[in-house]
């Protein structure tokens, strides 16, 4: 069975500092990866995903994920954070369990930015 | 087009009641996921549908079950009702039951069991 790590609960950085949320995974089939964002008092949506191909990925507001095989990793890195990525940002993993695909989340990290 | 919609968006049950939580997928979207958040962490699996047919099963008892009706809604329903069930219960959909597919989810069902 998949699961997923998140190994920092809380990630506090000033505004325009880098950042890095850690996301471990296992699964013994190949996997499908993605990083979900959930903005204050509003609903979970898709940051970005990696299926196949090349092993970086970006979204459109500058953050980038990589695909790590061997380390069996999909960190989530910003060059320099603004306020308005105070959110909560999970990392999740499908594979094909018996008689379908599930997504399986991980626990969570809070990104506090400070002015 | 609507996005995911749920209902009812906050219920409050006491402990041994039963519940039922619907779903209404975005149009075109086959697959219906729940998932159940407390405070707190993350979203944990229940269960997948794709054409109205189980597809996935979380680590869940019994008391939890759900269907899919042939216009792509779907429920979930839970009996007997605990105080560890108090979370908010989220929909997800989805093109069909692929892995690669994107969830989009609905704003929740908050449920609080006194």
């Known amino acids: 069975a998949q699961s997923v790590t998140q190994l920092d609960s809380q990630v506090p950085v000033f505004e325009e500092a880098p950042v890095e949320l850690r996301c471990n995974y296992s699964?013994?089939?190949?996997?499908?990866l993605f990083w979900y964002v959930q903005y204050p008092n509003q609903g979970l949506q898709l940051l970005l995903k990696y299926l196949s191909g090349s092993t970086l990925v970006k979204s459109i507001n500058g953050f980038e994920a990589e695909f790590n095989k061997s380390q069996t990793s999909f960190h989530l890195r910003k060059p320099s954070v603004h306020i308005s990525d105070t959110a909560e940002y999970f990392c999740?993993?499908?594979?094909?369990?018996?008689?379908?695909?599930?997504?399986?989340f991980g626990a969570g990290t809070r990104l506090f930015v400070k002015a | 087009d609507a996005g995911v919609t749920q209902s009812p968006t906050h219920l409050i049950k006491t402990r041994g009641q039963q519940v039922t939580l619907r779903c209404s997928p975005i149009?075109?979207?086959?697959?219906v996921s729940w998932y159940q958040q407390v405070l707190g962490q993350g979203p944990q699996f229940i269960f997948q549908?794709?054409?109205?047919?189980?597809?996935g099963r979380g680590n869940f008892p019994d008391r939890f079950s759900a269907r899919q009706f042939p216009n792509y809604s779907s429920e979930l329903n839970v009996n007997a009702l605990l105080l560890g069930d108090s979370a908010l219960y989220l929909c997800?959909?989805?093109?069909?039951?692929?892995?690669?597919?994107?969830?989009?989810f609905g704003a929740g069902s908050r449920l609080t069991v006194l």
């Open positions: 149009s075109g979207h086959k697959s």
């Open positions: 997800a959909s989805s093109r069909d039951g692929s892995g690669a597919n994107v969830l989009t």
């Open positions: 549908y794709y054409e109205k047919e189980e597809r």
């Open positions: 699964s013994s089939v190949s996997v499908y």
């Open positions: 999740a993993v499908s594979d094909q369990g018996t008689g379908g695909f599930k997504t399986i």
